[in-house]
Every structure is written in C-alpha cells, then in structure tokens.
C-alpha cells in the first residue's frame, strides 16, 4: 500500500502558552482520532509532527496513522518563533523519510504540509532561504494556517499555496481548523512530483481563506 506522508509544522513559541497549545492538542487528538474512523486513511496515512519555538524539534516521526502514539505538545514560557529553523529540519526529514518511485515500485503519494502559526518568523532570512527548498520538496499542497492578531497571511505566502486565518485563538476556532484538515487529507492521494497544487475542500464558516 501506497502511503500518503503529512507533516504537520506547529508553532510552540512563547505566545502560544496557555489556551492556544491546549486548544492545538486537543485539535490533532481529534484530526487523528477521525482520520483512523476513514478506512482508507488508517490504511495510506502516515503523520509526522515538527514544532518550533527557539528550537526545532521532531515530536512525532514519520508514522503509521494506525500505529501512533500522540505526544503531548508543549509550549516553552517565552521564545522566538523559528519556523526557518523549522523548515531546515523538515526539508532533512522529508529526504530521508519520502519513499520516490522506482523503475520496479511505486513509491509513496505527495505529501501534505500544513503550517500553523501565531506570529511571524524570528529568523527572517532563514525563512527566506529554505521556502524554495520546501517547495521543490514536492508536496501535494503546502496549507499554511495565521491565527491569531499578530499574524499576517504574507509572512506564509513566499511559503504556502493556500493559507487561511483564524480571527481567534481558541479551541473552537482551532477545532474548525483540524476538522479541516482532517478532510484535505482524507480526499489526498496524489503522486510525488505531480504539478501544481491540490484543491482542498470548503473551509468551515470560523476559517478564512486569505491566499
């Protein structure tokens, strides 16, 4: 069977104590838990989940959906937001845990990246660099979520095909968002290397799309 990777790129800096990383937690417990009620997904989904703050860490590797044990997500009391930090480590992690096509196997789908942040890099010129290099990754669709006041839709766009933003950082707001991306991932199934970005389904009322 095929596998279908998403990563999953989470900010944990020091604006997000407190409600937010609450509400982000209980968000992915439930994106997994309906992802394994689809057949197909428990059978194609693989996750992995990156955060970053002052550091870039790999909480979760790459997964069977079947299989994971969800870590809890934490959030240190301050720091900066280091997403090209971030994007470095998920560009090393993606060539060594994607499976390409061979000449005797079919290797896996493209994968999803989804990107979720309440701020705008602290490494500006890091960011700067490795946006090309995660978009020549081949993903089938990079999603970028803003939530939040202070973040802006065009701090993500040099990154993301489609971003889309929260007005509110609470758990409502964040159910919407991993309800949808719980549905983005279940219609995915698109091979490596495949031009242009996938269509997602309609956003929940609480999601905007802004690019």
Known sequence: MRRLPVYLLLDTSGSMKGEPIEAVNTGVRAMIGALRQDPHALETVHVSILTFDREANVVLPLTPLDTLQLPRIVTPESGPTH????????AERVG???????AETKGDWAPYLFVMTDGRPSDVQAFAEQCPVVRGLGFASVI????????????????????????????AGFAGFFRWVTSAIAKGGQSVGVAGATDLPPPPPEIQVVF
């Open 96 to 102: 060594r845990e994607l499976r390409r096509s061979t």
């Open 144 to 171: 970028g979520c803003v939530a939040g006041p202070k973040a802006r839709r065009e701090d993500l766009e040099p990154l993301c095909d489609h971003v889309v933003a929260l007005d509110t950082m609470d758990g």
């Open 83 to 90: 997403l090209g930090l971030a994007l470095e480590v998920l």
